[in-house]
């Protein structure tokens, strides 16, 4: 057995340079994408070595919220309540190009974005992680990496020297500028920044008039200012702490990666708000780019990529952390029943298949949406137009669909039927028991099936790539013409029974 030849990790000789250990799959990064992947693969028993290239974790955000359908999945996992707690707001719409649209249209449980800095959705993430028995192995950079037949052979950095570590896989999940997609070769097309952004946080003595006290809503936290300068102001719930945000979609600094100097943020406060507002001090700004790029593959052989690391854009609608997490919950099982010989290789091909035209819908809207940058009199008269049309309940739930990954649905062989490709929207189900919340099944992250007889139990079996499987007998299920809905383990009916004809 394979298994056999792969000993476990040491983590200490990790840090040390021994050579030649074997894990399952090697994460590079230990962002969201990263976390949350390795999250779903120690679920299923999968020996998973996070990489990374950080001694620490920084602390800092550049998200701040988490869109209802990443919500979903977190409940899923039962991992909501620890993320509630972290979080500083519920926001009870969205945006797009900062005109606010509402979740309301959305058969879900959460119609809001939760407000949580990014660093807490990784400490949280980290946490459980480790609660499972896996750590992150900081300070240790993905350098390059060797395809073989049956493993990867991954080398990494450390302070005390290069190191080799084989794997079954390899994920990178390394960010934006991802070696791993480097070293894969893979394209990486779009389209360069033509403008620049700045995010800071920043502690008011005196905040500008107008300005929310708690982020309850989108509406007034952003604008255009000009023909391509745009500002936005973001309570953090701490006392006069904000998160400052502006730019212009037409000028660029020299060198995008250069730091931001706090004169400079000072100077952009002082331009937006007036003398009215004082500031105590900025704890942290950075900037950012208009740069929109996308893997051509996600998967050659046996590397992955997900996340920043297989796509980048503008953060318009706050969309890229959600969207790396939705890519490792799509992944984490694929992965994982590959791995423990439950599936074959062709189900890891469905994570390109399904997630690289979610990726290119995202950077397709957020085109659009900086398409809606009032440059000139036409375009500021289709603002205005796009504004009114926002306000009709379909088009509103329409974009909030596509911001939110409320609206995937993906697509399935066989018989069509209006279950197949859904999400799972956790309305309770009737069972003799009394109604149950379907989210509670999933757990372990397995399979689950929903049905009203027995007998559907052993076919879902053979749909269901893998042994953990939760069957559950309901009443009736919401869904017309069916006798059972199996789902997989992210949240997607992946096959139906079809009512006999009696
Ligand atoms: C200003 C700004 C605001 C944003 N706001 C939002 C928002 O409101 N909502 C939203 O959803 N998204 C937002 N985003 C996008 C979001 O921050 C990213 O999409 C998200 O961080 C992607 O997560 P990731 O884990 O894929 O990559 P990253 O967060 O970049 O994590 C990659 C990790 O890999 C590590 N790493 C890199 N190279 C290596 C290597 N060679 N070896 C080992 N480790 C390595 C890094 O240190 C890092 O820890 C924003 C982005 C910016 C720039």
């Not at 969201?32 to 620490?56: I, K, Q, S, Y």
């Not at 102001?233 to 100097?261: M, T």
């Not at 854009?313 to 952390?321: R, S």
């Not at 909030?400 to 609206?407: A, D, F, I, P, Q």
Request: proline share 5%; charged share 20%.
């Amino acid at each position: 057995m394979l298994r056999a030849r792969w000993p476990q990790v040491n983590l200490t000789s990790l840090r040390s340079g021994m050579n030649n250990l074997g894990t399952d799959v090697v994460v590079a990064g230990a962002g969201p994408t990263g976390l949350m992947l390795a999250h779903e693969l120690a679920l299923a028993g999968v020996d998973v070595v996070v990489l990374e290239r950080h001694h620490e974790r920084t602390g800092l955000s550049k998200a701040l919220n988490l869109q209802p359908r990443t919500t979903e999945m977190l409940e899923l996992r039962g991992l909501l309540d620890g993320a509630e707690e972290r979080s500083f707001a519920t926001v009870q719409d969205g945006h797009f190009a900062m005109i606010p649209i509402g979740y309301d249209g959305w058969d879900t449980r959460f119609p809001f974005q939760l407000g949580i800095p990014q660093a807490q959705v990784e400490a949280y993430l980290e946490e459980r992680l480790a609660a499972q028995g896996t750590k992150v192995v900081r300070g240790a950079e993905v350098i390059d990496f060797v395809q073989e037949k049956d493993f990867v052979s991954v080398r990494y950095r450390t302070d005390s020297g290069e190191n080799r570590l084989h794997a079954k896989f390899l994920v990178g999940c390394d960010g934006a500028r991802s070696v791993v997609r480097k070293r894969l070769g893979v394209d990486f097309p779009g389209v360069d920044g033509e403008g620049f952004g700045v995010v800071a946080d920043v502690l008011f003595d005196k905040i500008p008039a107008g300005a929310q006290k708690q982020w309850r809503t989108m509406r007034n936290v952003g604008e255009p200012t000009g023909a391509t300068t745009f500002k936005g102001l973001i309570p953090l719930g701490e006392p006069g702490l904000y998160r400052f945000v502006y730019g212009d979609r037409a000028s660029r600094p020299k060198d995008i990666r250069s730091a931001i100097s706090h004169d400079e943020v000072r100077q952009a406060l002082l331009d937006s708000y007036g003398e009215t507002a004082t500031v105590s001090e900025i704890r942290w700004a950075s900037q950012f780019s208009d740069a929109a790029r996308q893997a051509e593959r996600y998967r050659v052989g046996r590397v992955l990529l997900a996340g920043d690391a297989a796509h980048i854009h503008f953060p318009a609608g706050g969309q890229g952390l959600n969207l790396g997490v939705q890519d490792a919950m799509n992944l984490g099982w694929k992965l994982a029943a590959t791995v423990r010989g439950w599936a074959g290789d062709d189900l890891l091909d469905t994570y390109e298949a399904e997630r690289h035209p979610v990726g290119a819908q995202v950077l397709h809207n957020v085109a659009a949406q900086l398409g809606l940058t009032p440059r000139s009199h036409e375009s500021r008269a289709l603002r205005a137009l796009f504004g009114d049309l926002a306000e009709l309940p379909e088009v509103s739930r329409y974009l909030s669909g596509m911001v939110s990954g409320l609206g995937i649905r993906y697509t399935t062989h066989g018989t069509s039927h209006p279950a197949l490709g859904s999400r799972l929207t956790d309305q309770d189900v009737p069972t003799e028991a009394g109604p149950l919340r379907p989210s509670t099944l999933f757990r372990d992250g397995g399979f689950v099936l929903l049905t009203t007889t027995q007998a559907h139990v052993d076919t879902a079996r053979a749909h269901a790539y893998s042994p953990r499987l939760t069957t559950q007998l309901v009443t009736t299920l919401p869904w017309p013409s069916t006798d059972a809905v199996l789902y997989r383990p992210d949240g997607y009916a992946c096959w139906v029974a079809p009512t006999p004809t009696r």
